[in-house]
């Protein structure tokens, strides 16, 4: 699943320490761009734009930054995003500078498509050994999730693997291709599990019961 483009509007920014709540209190979230023979630079964005983006990117989608007074644009992925913890308001985010020629690594959400004909019949459940997975490439080809079809698990023995995932000329994974990615459980192996507490808890009862009958009639002999 390719990448849209994202953009946010940054400007540079020159207030540091203390003083940076004072930008917060105009409507101004601080941003740190950094990465590899990059010198780090700081900016600063509208909160609220900096929130949608946010919603749009993740951790996994390049955000391309327009920076007033520069024709030449960045492209970063963001790395951490700090908040209050009381008002949830955003506090600082950093970013990671990603260079066009280099290879990147990254996790990318594994995204299930299609359904197992035996969890549409309510025969099986379906247990998710992996959801996410690292991958590596070129900052062009990105992508935002992988997808795996799980319409190819008909019987109980069948199971996903890394090398089941549909994965585009370009793009690495760094993952063994015998990893399990999905599989299947009985649907009923609960419900018998919480039939033998019931019973283990009837048992228990009636166990209770003759105990405290025993202890009744111990109190009539004694009176």
């Known amino acids: 699943m390719t990448q849209d483009i994202i953009t946010l509007q940054v400007s540079p920014r020159t207030v540091v320490g203390k003083k940076v709540k004072q930008i917060r209190n105009d409507g101004w979230v601080p941003l740190v761009l950094y990465g590899p023979e990059f010198e780090p630079k700081i900016y600063q964005a509208a909160i ?73 019949q309510g025969e099986a459940m379906l247990l998710t050994i992996m959801d996410r997975i690292e991958i590596e490439c070129l900052a062009d080809d990105l992508l935002s999730s992988l997808e795996i079809d799980l319409s190819a698990l008909e019987d109980m023995d069948d199971v996903l693997l890394v090398k089941d995932l549909q994965v585009p000329e370009g793009v690495t994974l760094m ?29 228990a009862s009636d166990e209770v019961e003759v105990i405290s009958k025993g202890k009744e009639e111990e109190g009539e002999e004694e009176a």
């Open 175 to 203: 993952a063994e291709e015998d990893d399990v990615v999905a599989r299947l459980t009985y649907a009923f192996r609960e419900e018998e599990e919480e039939e033998e507490e019931e019973a283990l808890l009837e048992v």
């Open 48 to 120: 609220s734009e900096t929130n949608d983006v946010l919603k749009m990117s993740g951790l996994t989608s390049l955000i391309t930054l327009q920076i007033e007074g520069q024709k030449k644009s960045e492209r970063a992925l963001v790395r951490d995003v700090q908040r209050d913890v009381l008002t949830d308001e955003l506090v600082h985010v950093d970013l990671y500078r990603v260079s066009m020629t280099q290879k990147i690594s990254t996790e990318i959400p594994i995204k299930h498509v299609g359904e197992s004909p035996l969890v549409v």
